[in-house]
């Protein structure tokens, strides 16, 4: 990371002390769940914690699986470069968290499904099944490299600790206790992470409020430069924010996440009851609001604090030379309170603790999705695809068909978009990272619609595919089991 690093300044013997305090107690937290109470013996105490867990510790847990240290630089890198329009998007969690509590949860739980791809199979077919949980292990691994190298980045700059060591230290410790101590321990160190994280965050913030003049001060330098630029009405989909795209684009992004995510389905599934589920993930609207304003606000002490002028216009605090905004917040923190002994030790801790629970999260979630979605059925259908002489195997092989190919067709067309509209404005882009505005306008499209679009094709085209392919098969019965639709829509006959 290359931010002016002559004004860094390095860990201290108390910034040591409370980095491996920290993953100390992370490590000791998730071993202790790993024997206490007779250790690990069945599947369903490893991958679902006995299904006994309270609704806090679910609710956080759920906070800290999507936390990470890139949420952290990045968020605050937003708000400094852009303004505080992103924060709108806190308004979608209105729309997220009720219909996951209400609509999605009941059917998962009345199921008692281990993974949120076993609906899959009992409502279409096992084969998109199957290709959805392999995109699923495709794009976790990805995810945990990504989050695992971003403090990485962090800590190298202000300790000189090189990456590679970092990311190996946190993937060991993070691989321990969660192949050791399953779920229940992911949870409980999950708790412990988002503490440490919450606690840090805040102090940096109230740190950095104090040294930028106060709160007022650092909204009035915010106001002055334009920078509160909360609404902004346009409905072209081609802005890059707007209040629309934040809002419903926002919610698109995060209700997949929230309710159908093998990471949160898996959470509150471990829940003792269908009541605990739901309150756990109703904790997770004013959870998220909290946590996002203490983040946004980072971002506003920042772009306050490097363009705060003296009497004269002068700049008092020259802009780091940062190759990316990422790199702000921690050039800030080591800059400004390096010197303070412990200081720079809690902000590398923070982000640590976010990594740390993303990383077991997915980790978990990986090894679910494989052993539950790929080998079992895998070997359980073997059997049942083999007798293809017999008129079981045919009319199952014809479900598959229909209801398979339809979900498949709809799934795979809405993929290609996405895929399209992504790297085509990847490679529309300028020097300086913006789309060119001669591009294609599908290219142009605000990153925040892209799920919008892809839900309405895979809908539309889904529903296309499944209407030919049952005039096909005309002679199947395709009623659909009730427990797979909603309590609220049971009512209502489904397309199959």
């Given amino acids: 990371m290359t931010v002016s690093e002559e004004n860094l300044h390095n860990f201290g013997a108390v910034d040591y002390v409370i980095f491996g305090g920290m993953l100390a107690i992370t490590a000791a937290t998730g071993l202790y769940h790993a024997f206490a109470g007779g250790g690990q013996k069945t599947t ?3 991958l679902m914690a006995d299904r006994s867990m309270f ?4 609710a956080i847990s759920l906070l800290a699986s999507f936390m990470s240290a890139v949420s952290i630089l990045g968020e605050p890198s937003e708000i400094f470069v852009h303004g505080v329009q992103y924060w709108i998007i806190d308004l979608s969690f209105f729309i997220t968290i009720p219909v996951t509590a209400v609509f999605f949860i009941p059917v998962f739980h009345g199921l008692g499904v281990t993974t949120a791809y076993e609906y899959l199979e009992q409502r279409f077919s096992m084969s998109l099944r199957v290709v959805a949980a392999c995109l699923f292990i495709l794009q976790n691994t990805f995810y945990i490299a990504v989050i695992l190298y971003a403090p990485a980045l962090a800590l190298e700059a202000a300790t000189k600790f090189e990456v590679w060591k970092t990311v190996v230290l946190a993937g060991t410790i993070t691989t321990l206790y969660t192949s050791l101590g399953g779920m ?15 606690v840090s965050l805040v102090t940096i913030v109230v740190m950095g409020t104090v040294r930028a003049g106060g709160i007022g001060r650092v909204w009035e330098i915010n106001a002055n430069h334009s ?3 909360f609404f902004d009405f346009s409905v072209d989909p081609t802005k890059r924010l707007s209040f629309w795209s934040l809002i419903f684009g926002g919610a698109f992004n995060t209700l997949p996440i929230y309710a159908i995510s093998q990471t949160s389905v898996q959470r509150f599934l471990t829940a003792r009851s269908l009541k605990e589920a739901r309150r756990s993930v ?14 946004v606000f980072a971002g506003l002490v920042l772009f306050a604090f490097y363009n705060a002028t003296n009497s004269t216009g002068h700049q008092l605090h020259p802009t780091p030379n940062y190759t990316s905004p ?12 390096g010197s303070i002994p412990g ?7 923070c982000l640590f603790s976010g990594t740390l629970s993303v990383a077991a999260s997915g980790f978990n979630a990986l090894a679910t999705v494989t052993l539950v979605d790929i080998i079992r059925p895998i070997r359980n259908r073997r059997r049942l695809l083999s007798s293809s002489g017999s008129t079981a195997g045919q009319e199952a092989r014809d479900t ?3 209801r398979g190919l339809g979900a498949l067709t709809g799934f795979t067309a809405g993929l290609s978009l996405s895929l399209w509209m992504a790297i085509g404005a990847f490679l529309s882009k300028d020097e300086h990272g913006n789309v060119r505005e001669t591009a294609f306008w599908l290219y142009r499209v605000s990153f925040m619609l892209y799920s919008i679009f892809t839900w309405l094709i895979t809908v539309l085209i889904g529903y296309l595919a499944s209407h030919v392919t049952r005039k096909v098969l005309s002679h199947e019965d395709m009623t659909v089991n009730p427990s797979l639709i909603t309590p609220l829509l049971r009512w209502v006959k489904p397309p199959a």
């Fill in 326 to 337: 990422d790199q702000i917040l921690v050039y800030f923190v080591s800059e400004e309170f």
């Fill in 400 to 402: 598959w068909i229909s």
């Fill in 282 to 295: 109703w904790m997770n609207l004013p959870g998220n609001v909290l946590l996002d304003a203490v983040v």
């Fill in 184 to 198: 229940k321990a992911v949870i409980y160190t999950d708790v412990f992470n988002f503490c440490v994280l919450f």
């Fill in 227 to 229: 920078h509160l630029n």
């Fill in 44 to 46: 369903a105490r490893y």
């Fill in 343 to 349: 200081i720079q030790g809690l902000f590398v801790s």
């Fill in 55 to 58: 609704s806090l510790p679910v």
